[in-house]
């Protein structure tokens, strides 16, 4: 199916997300649209998916017919589906029922049907899924091959997806490539939306690039990668030099903790962490080092052994113990657990502070909100709501709440669905934190580059098992990748950090 779009515009009040937009996508391609955060893709693509309507006088077409698509629902009976960064499903609900959602007809389907159905299109593209199991215990990987697997069903010919390579492993992200692969040989389109270049330029067909809202430039391979960049972000963007540690005392130190939830248990580790230092924790989703980041701040307790910070006890302590100690969490579900939808910036920085009185001083909220959005370079304004901002400015926000002075800073994907250039300025940040307060970093990543870059020492995690720590700059992405995997551990196993 081919697509068409036309003079796209989008205003958000004062915003122009989108500005004149004209692509053209013939059917059968895998189209890569690059661009920085805030560049209008997410815009783009959810006009194109019925989740917004675009101005007056912007037109899209499908095969040459012009359409107009009011809501997601709407879309899909064009043959529009997207697939969103964070899969749209219902974890506590089994994999059939979520296989199931948006299905027209019946309210009650016929279940040995569907699960006919299911079976055949799993087959088919090479998923292995129970349907009777429920969709908390899928990886984010797996979630999104059910989700393609229900826009298949609901009869999707023009795939879109929005930076779906972001938290899922290297493993993950070759089945996905392998799968969206299929689809150009079935006369299906997929709009692969992303920042990522390496990912663009192995996967697309051609690619759009949108920089402020405006369709800058096109290409075709054999892709120039300087080019790309220079397009995106109108200059050359480079990672620059590592940063060695200049490290202190100890800030954070694991004694024989042993860690333990319905699914897994890790056994004995003992770790030590000095101020400066900056440890990346890497392995496939699921394999401990969540529980391993929320025991260091709190939120899950060992069931064994000491956690000492800055040699007090708080073992078995609440998260609000370790924050007055200076453990500030910063998790990957941004407006799930780490902001507030529906509360201003202002709201958020005023909240973060210590209370000065019975009633809020707005003028002084304002006030800081603003120094705040300055310092932090955050694109919007103290009233803007936090759902309202991109994920790179969400991201900006979480920092920028960061209290002080701070001991140790745990990050989920801190950089997740981040453009190069955002993910530069928010390590930056981080490090001179670090310097301010002489505090230390554990953050976790899937993107294996990021975790060698911006670590002086690693923790691998598999099945069960942590590795001594690892010299990041003594180390390649293959090994870490081995590493991951399950190879090259020492034979007798066991937690050595």
């Not at 959602?101 to 016929?110: E, W």
Request: net charge negative.
């Amino acid at each position: 199916m081919n697509v068409e779009l036309k003079n796209i515009h989008k205003h958000f009040g004062k915003t122009h997300a989108n500005k004149g937009i004209n692509l053209t996508i013939p059917s059968g391609t895998i189209q890569g649209i690059l661009g920085e955060n805030g560049a209008g893709k997410s815009t783009l693509m959810k006009i194109l998916s019925g989740f917004i309507q675009a101005d007056p006088g912007s037109e899209v077409l499908l095969d040459g017919k012009p359409v107009f698509m009011d809501s997601p629902a709407s879309a899909i009976r064009y043959g529009v589906g997207m697939l969103h960064q964070d899969p749209l499903d219902f974890p506590p609900m089994k994999i059939l029922d979520n296989f199931l959602l948006g299905i027209p007809g019946s309210f009650f389907p016929n279940r040995k049907n569907a699960t006919q159905d299911f079976n055949l299109l799993a087959k088919e593209y090479g998923f292995s899924f129970d349907p009777e199991n429920y969709v908390d215990s899928l990886t984010v990987g797996e979630r999104q091959q059910l989700e393609i697997m229900r826009l298949l069903f609901l009869g999707a010919r023009i795939f879109i997806l929005d930076e779906p390579t972001t938290g899922i492993s290297a493993i993950q992200k070759e089945k996905l490539f392998a799968t969206l692969k299929k689809f150009p040989e079935q006369a299906m389109t997929v709009i692969f939306v992303s920042h990522k270049l390496e990912d663009v330029e192995s996967l697309c067909d051609q690619v759009a690039v949108l920089r402020g809202g405006e369709l800058v430039g096109e290409m075709k391979p054999p892709y120039k990668t300087p080019k790309l960049v220079e397009m995106m972000f109108g200059k050359a963007v480079t990672l620059g030099e590592r940063q060695p540690a200049v490290t202190g005392d100890t800030v954070l130190s694991l004694q024989h903790v042993s860690l333990e939830d319905t699914r897994l248990k890790i056994n004995d580790i003992n770790f030590d962490l000095r101020a400066g230092e900056v440890v990346g924790l890497a392995g496939l989703e699921g394999s401990g080092q969540g529980m391993f980041m929320r025991a260091c701040s709190g939120l899950v307790r060992p069931v064994g052994g000491k956690v000492l910070l800055k040699g007090k006890d708080l073992t078995g302590k609440p998260y609000h113990a370790f924050k007055h100690e200076g453990v500030n969490f910063l998790p990957a579900a941004r407006l799930e657990e780490g902001l507030v939808p529906g509360l201003s910036l202002t709201d958020h920085f005023v909240l973060a502070e210590e209370p000065k009185g019975v009633f809020i001083d707005k003028a002084y909220g304002q006030r800081l909100a603003e120094d705040c959005i300055k310092s932090f370079n955050i694109r919007g304004t103290p009233t803007s709501t936090v759902e309202s901002l991109s994920g790179g400015n969400q991201q900006r926000a979480e920092l920028a709440l960061l209290q002080t002075p701070l001991s140790l800073v745990l990050l989920e994907h801190p950089t997740r669905g981040l453009d190069i250039e955002s993910v530069i300025y928010i390590w930056s940040k981080l490090k001179d934190r670090c310097k301010q307060d002489g505090a230390a970093i554990i953050f976790i990543s899937s993107d294996l580059e990021e975790v060698l870059q911006y670590s002086d020492r690693l923790l691998v995690f598999f099945s069960g098992k942590v590795s001594a720590p690892i010299d990041a700059t003594a180390t390649s992405v293959e090994q870490l990748g081995q590493l991951i995997g399950g190879k090259g551990w020492p034979a007798e196993g066991g937690s050595h950090a």
